[in-house]
T-cell receptor, first 113, second 115 residues
Framework: GNSVTQMEGPVTLSEEAFLTINCTYT??????LFWYVQYPGEGLQLLLK?????DKGSNKGFEATYRKETTSFHLEKGSVQVSDSAVYFC????????????FGTGTRLLVSP | GAGVSQSPRYKVAKRGQDVALRCDPI?????LFWYQQALGQGPEFLTY????????KSGLPSDRFFAERPEGSVSTLKIQRTQQEDSAVYLC?????????????FGSGTQLSVL
């Protein structure tokens, strides 16, 4: 079946530290991959996406590369800010065009000044 | 409004009560999804509409759950005879088109607590 596995949180970092949140997936076919972010009290927002192998999604200093050989889509940022504190969800779209997402359990990031 | 709107924001129900959760998607959005997010978990798919047609309801956990979108805009998720295990945040999302990698716009959710 289709599934997404994320590293458990919380991830606690100091401002300007390097961030990695691991995400691996299991899927048949060629899924699209996403990172969504949920700030406190707000709805999920798309952070970045990649639709095929070796694509790199990027937004707001965050990056993730679709690695088919390792079935991974790790989220990275070179220098985190306090405002990046949120819950991050990795997700896949198993069937292209159908948008029925399978989410991981989420990783909470806490950034201190 | 500019985003996906859900109401009520919070709902407390006694076990056995029926509840109705409303979703106002972004105007003109074709696709509409309902997800259930249990505490500490990621959202799980419940059902999908393309305009007024319910194309997939495979995620609805039981026949107590029912969703509709009669005019292809506002959607209602109804839960009959609520149980404690129904306690969760119910998320609605919409998208302007169908297509690979299309962005979903999520509402803030309705937090349902069944006592």
């Amino acid at each position: 079946g289709n599934s997404v596995t994320q590293m458990e949180g919380p991830v606690t970092l100091s401002e300007e530290a390097f961030l990695t949140i691991n995400c691996t997936y299991t899927a048949t076919g060629y899924p699209s991959l996403f990172w969504y972010v949920q700030y406190p009290g707000e709805g999920l927002q798309l952070l970045l996406k990649a639709t095929k192998a070796d694509d790199k999604g990027s937004n707001k200093g965050f990056e993730a590369t679709y690695r088919k050989e390792t079935t991974s889509f790790h989220l990275e940022k070179g220098s985190v800010q306090v405002s990046d504190s949120a819950v991050y969800f990795c997700a896949l779209e198993p069937l292209p065009g159908f948008q029925k997402l399978v989410f991981g359990t989420g990783t909470r990031l806490l950034v201190s000044p | 409004g500019a985003g996906v709107s859900q109401s009520p924001r919070y709902k407390v129900a006694k076990r056995g009560q029926d509840v109705a959760l409303r979703c106002d998607p972004i105007s003109g959005h074709v696709s509409l999804f309902w997800y259930q997010q249990a505490l500490g978990q990621g959202p799980e798919f419940l059902t999908y509409f393309q305009n007024e047609a319910q194309l997939d309801k495979s995620g609805l956990p039981s026949d107590r759950f029912f969703a509709e979108r009669p005019e292809g805009s506002v959607s209602t998720l109804k839960i009959q005879r609520t149980q404690q295990e129904d306690s969760a945040v119910y998320l609605c999302a919409s998208s302007p088109n169908t297509g690979q990698g299309e962005k979903l716009f999520f509402g803030s959710g309705t937090q349902l607590s069944v006592l």
